[in-house]
């Protein structure tokens, strides 16, 4: 499911403008962006938690030539499924 699809399935749910959900999806979704990528850990009960995690530096091999690499510490995005989102699923 693509963001449009998602979009459509929502407004048909809520009785919404497409053009309203997509507004407030975008804001949504930007505001978790925003939030994560300050520190914070954004939950959503029922649903799951996003956080930042921090990747050490490390050393790796070039798959192609076997060469040890040097690879930069790096920031990700964590996250964790909720128990309810975890059943449904299962």
């Known amino acids: 499911m693509n963001k449009a699809e998602l979009v459509d399935k929502v407004a048909e749910a809520t009785g ?10 975008t804001a949504a979704l930007g505001a978790v962006i925003e939030a994560v990528a300050a520190g914070d850990k ?14 050490a530096a490390r050393e790796g ?3 192609q030539t076997g060469e040890t690499i ?16 975890k059943s449904a699923v299962n």
Do not use: C, W, Y
Request: aromatic share 10%; glycine share 10%; net charge positive.
């Open 61 to 63: 091999r070039n798959p």
């Open 70 to 85: 040097q690879i930069k510490a790096s920031n990700g995005v964590k996250f964790s499924a909720a128990t309810g989102f």
């Open 16 to 25: 919404k403008s497409k053009k309203d959900v997509e507004d407030v999806m």
């Open 42 to 55: 954004v939950a959503l009960p029922g649903f799951g938690s996003f956080q930042k995690s921090h990747r």
